[in-house]
């Protein structure tokens, strides 16, 4: 069973900085493609990032190019670097881990963790 554990959140202020973490258990990490989405409060879940395993990182457009995907196969770890936050960036951060980088907007493919929750105060 494919387990997934995100770390890592926290409360900033306005142009903060946070680095969250994945850890997989259960599956065969280095043919996985790994994402990271989103759901703020009263909103869609949202795609946020994914990388391959070839280390292709894909990005939200509306980013505007502050957070950063990464992978550590040896630790079967996926990080997300956030940086220069703001309030509307406060939402629950879930890891995503599927074998396919199509669709990554739809919801209904792969594993998910449990998020974590980042809130970015003004």
């Known amino acids: 069973q494919v387990q997934l554990v995100e770390s890592g959140g926290g409360t900033v202020q306005t142009g903060g900085s946070l680095t969250l973490s994945c850890t997989v258990s259960?599956?065969?990490?280095?043919?996985?493609?790994m994402g990271w989405y989103r759901q703020a409060q009263g909103k869609k879940r949202e795609w946020v990032a994914s990388?391959?395993?070839?280390?292709?990182?894909d990005y939200a457009a509306s980013l505007l190019g502050r957070f950063t995907i990464s992978r550590d196969d040896a630790k079967e770890t996926v990080h997300l670097q956030l940086t220069n936050l703001t309030p509307e960036d406060s939402a629950v951060y879930y890891c995503?881990?599927?074998?396919?980088?199509?669709?990554?907007?739809?919801?209904?493919?792969?594993?998910w963790g449990l998020g974590t929750q980042v809130t970015v105060t003004s």
């Open positions: 995503n881990a599927r074998r396919t980088s199509s669709w990554p907007h739809r919801l209904d493919i792969g594993s």
């Open positions: 259960g599956s065969i990490f280095s043919y996985d493609v």
């Open positions: 990388i391959t395993p070839n280390g292709e990182a």
